[in-house]
Structures are given as structure tokens and as C-alpha cells.
């Protein structure tokens, strides 16, 4: 075979790298959808014992409901709500807030069963929107409220 037909001959052609890479990124997808799937599939109790998930699950809560406590205050000062469902809102929130975060039945409760409860320290707080609330002649401010409230869901823990 004369050597100037070993020009013609070549060996394999190596493949393209990107089969490489979706590989990798299929087999990532894979493990994402996998742990999604057990994540969103595991009982809310024992999720919330997983240092990371746990973690990351409480900073979003606390997040939220700061932000909408902040909100309403905000809206109060700016004169679009009343004292009453202004301080009414903020009750909610704030309730709302310690069940997802302690799982005690906030919502339900009168303000002495909070006060004997795991979630006492927010007992005052409490006790001074149901004032706002059903009190005419209350002297608290409600943006001020607002602001105690938005400081204890910020340091809650």
C-alpha cells in the first residue's frame, strides 16, 4: 500500500464533549427531582428537625411574616386602615407566624392559654392588639405595635 493513501485512513472520531456535559446535567436533574420529591413528600414535624431545610424553611417564614407586618404597619401610618383592623391584621399575621414556626395552635388561643404556652413571650404583644382591637379608647399606637411585632418575629427563635 503506497504511503500516500494513509492520508485517507483516520482513526475513531472522538466525540463531542457535550455529550459529556448532558450527561452530567441530566444525572443532576435526576437527583434534584428525587430529593424534591422527598422533601415535599415528608411530614411538616420532621422536616422541621433537618438542620438545613429546617433552617432555611424558619428564615423564610420569618421573612414573610415580617414583611407583612411591616406592610400593614405602613399602611396604617399612611392612613389607609383604622386602628381596629389595622391592629386586627397585624394580630393575624403575628398568629399566623407563631403556629408555623412553633406549631402551637396560636390562632385558637385566648391570651392566657399564651401566656402558659411555649409561646409566651409574645403573650404582651397580644395582649395589647386585642386592646387596639376591641378598645375605642385605647391609647396604643398601632404603628408602634407594628413595629414590636415586626422585632419579634425578626428575633423569634
Not at 381596629?84 to 392566657?112: C, D, H, K, N
Not at 409566651?120 to 387596639?132: G, I, K, S
Amino acid at each position: 500500500m503506497p504511503d500516500d493513501l494513509l492520508r485517507h485512513v483516520i482513526g475513531p472520531t472522538p466525540y463531542s464533549s457535550w455529550w459529556l456535559w448532558l450527561a452530567i446535567g441530566l444525572s443532576l436533574l435526576l437527583v434534584a427531582w428525587y430529593v424534591g420529591v422527598f422533601v415535599l413528600t415528608m411530614p411538616r414535624r420532621r422536616l422541621r428537625t433537618m438542620p438545613l431545610v429546617g433552617a432555611a424553611r424558619d428564615r423564610v417564614i420569618r421573612y414573610r411574616a415580617a414583611h407583612h407586618v411591616r406592610a400593614i404597619g405602613d399602611r396604617y401610618r399612611a392612613g389607609e386602615l383604622a386602628a381596629a383592623p389595622a391592629g386586627e391584621a397585624v394580630s393575624r399575621e403575628l398568629r399566623r407566624f407563631l403556629r408555623q414556626v412553633s406549631g402551637v395552635r396560636a390562632e385558637y388561643m385566648q391570651i392566657e392559654d399564651v401566656e402558659n404556652s411555649d409561646i409566651a413571650p409574645a403573650a404582651p404583644l397580644l395582649a395589647n392588639l386585642v386592646d387596639v382591637r376591641f378598645n375605642a379608647a385605647s391609647e396604643l399606637d398601632v404603628g408602634q405595635i407594628s413595629r414590636d411585632a415586626e422585632e419579634l418575629i425578626r428575633s423569634w427563635g
